[in-house]
């Protein structure tokens, strides 16, 4: 694909444009678009009537562009990440109806370490949570996380250990040492309890979902208040969840861990 004067190819720029769009911002002008992601004003004007034209975005009656229909169709008929979010909505909603908090599926990123967030349910729990379905956080700084990366390969690891870890908020554990504490203690208890890291008031819980041969491919996951935080109800409930929606993704039994959850202490 031809480059831009600038170096950035057709599909990067359509990558741009297509990425602008968020829940907090669902639609723009083209000019606004525009300006948002630095591609040239006709340059932009050419791209969208093109993206409209297949589907990708659409235009509304006030001359405003957002994410087309088309977009949905494509990745929800096609994509692994669809057929894992409708496996584990049910599994989910047991969750949600045992505990009454903030439940989520979500999976992980090794490229860029960062956690995915696929279906989340928010009748219940706490009323700030920062995930949100299609949103992404970093690996460290939540329990799903550090759950899939405990679990995760030794070289997985090792790369994230070795490399940059960002200071999200001045709880975030950024140390290496502390970090590769923290992964033995999750595979010890077989989960992971993160408080007050991304909001003070809360306490999140996380056990690894795993797929064919036994690889870590996702995460459920509860938040709640610490002042309410019933533990010897959620790591019990989580435990069970995780291994059946594991399961159902093809992972061969395996326990989580030999300790018993009603003698956890925290």
């Known amino acids: 694909m031809a480059n831009s004067r600038s170096g950035e190819s057709v599909v990067e720029r359509i990558n741009k444009l297509l990425s602008a769009f968020e829940r907090r911002k669902p639609r723009y002008t083209i000019s606004a678009l525009a300006t948002e992601t630095g591609i040239p004003n006709s340059t932009t004007h050419r791209l969208v ?21 088309r977009m949905w169709e494509l990745a929800s008929r096609s994509n692994d990440l669809e057929e894992f979010r409708r496996r584990g909505r049910p599994v989910l909603e047991g969750i ?5 908090e903030d439940v989520s599926l979500s ?3 090794f490229d860029d370490f960062t956690v995915l ?8 729990g706490p009323d700030r949570n920062l995930a949100e379905v299609a949103g992404r956080l970093n690996m460290h700084s939540t329990s799903p996380g550090l759950a899939m990366l405990a679990f995760a390969p ?26 590769r504490a923290r992964f033995a203690q999750i595979r010890e208890r077989g989960y992971a309890r993160l408080a007050g890291v991304l909001v003070e008031e809360n306490v999140g819980y996380s056990v690894p979902v795993r797929g064919r041969q036994n690889k870590v491919i996702g995460a ?13 109800i959620i790591v019990p409930v989580l435990a069970a969840a995780g291994r059946s929606l594991s399961r159902l993704m093809g992972s061969e039994y395996r326990r989580y861990s030999a300790r018993q959850w009603s003698s956890l202490r925290l």
């Open 49 to 69: 009537a093109e993206l409209c034209d297949v589907g990708f975005l659409d235009r509304d009656d006030n001359g405003l562009v957002g994410i087309g229909p």
């Open 96 to 100: 949600e109806e045992a505990v009454k």
């Open 154 to 179: 030794v070289d997985v690891q090792e790369e994230f250990l070795n490399g940059e870890i960002p200071q999200c908020t001045p709880q975030t554990e950024t140390d290496p040492a502390r970090l």
């Open 117 to 124: 967030y696929l279906e989340r349910l928010n009748e219940h």
């Open 107 to 109: 999976v992980p990123s």
């Open 220 to 232: 459920l996951s509860v938040v709640t208040r610490r002042d309410v935080d019933k533990h010897r």
